[in-house]
């Protein structure tokens, strides 16, 4: 929908993982720290990918597993753009046995599947 409108999506996800912060809502800072790195690493950009990716699972440590699968796979998919494959390798297994212990509800937030990890594992590897 905005594909051609990188300034106010910058301005967008600079502003938005502060929102959720001052809110206290770890679910939308997570989001919106995940968000960022879908976009940085479309736009190429690894490193700027990989931090977004790293605070936002940092973020969120007594998540479920479903909600970690979706975070861990977003730094499984961007650590290869910064020339860090063992690392992509690793969040890959732990995306894998965190998906492989979520039940079948899905979530808002995190509601990651076969599916999305198929899509990371090809960025992964």
Same mark, same amino acid.
């Given at each position: 929908m905005y594909e051609n409108r =990188? &300034? /106010?999506?910058?301005?967008?996800?600079r502003s938005a993982p502060d929102l959720g912060g001052e809110a206290g809502d770890h679910a939308t800072y997570c989001r919106a720290l995940r968000g960022m790195t879908l976009r940085a690493t479309h736009l190429?950009?690894?490193? =700027? &990918? /990989?931090?977004?990716?790293?605070?936002?699972?940092?973020?969120?440590?007594?998540?479920?597993?479903?909600?970690?699968a979706f975070l861990r796979g977003r730094q499984a998919a961007a650590a290869p753009m910064t020339g860090d494959r063992l690392t992509a390798l690793a969040r890959l297994c732990e995306t894998g046995d965190c998906l492989s212990q979520a039940d079948n509800r899905r979530d808002a937030l995190g509601g990651y599947d076969r599916a999305a990890y198929s899509f990371h594992k090809t960025h992964a590897r």
């Open positions: =990188q &300034g /106010l999506g910058r301005k967008y996800q190429g950009y690894g490193k =700027q &990918g /990989l931090e977004p990716a790293d605070s936002a699972a940092e973020a969120a440590p007594g998540a479920g597993p479903r909600v970690v």
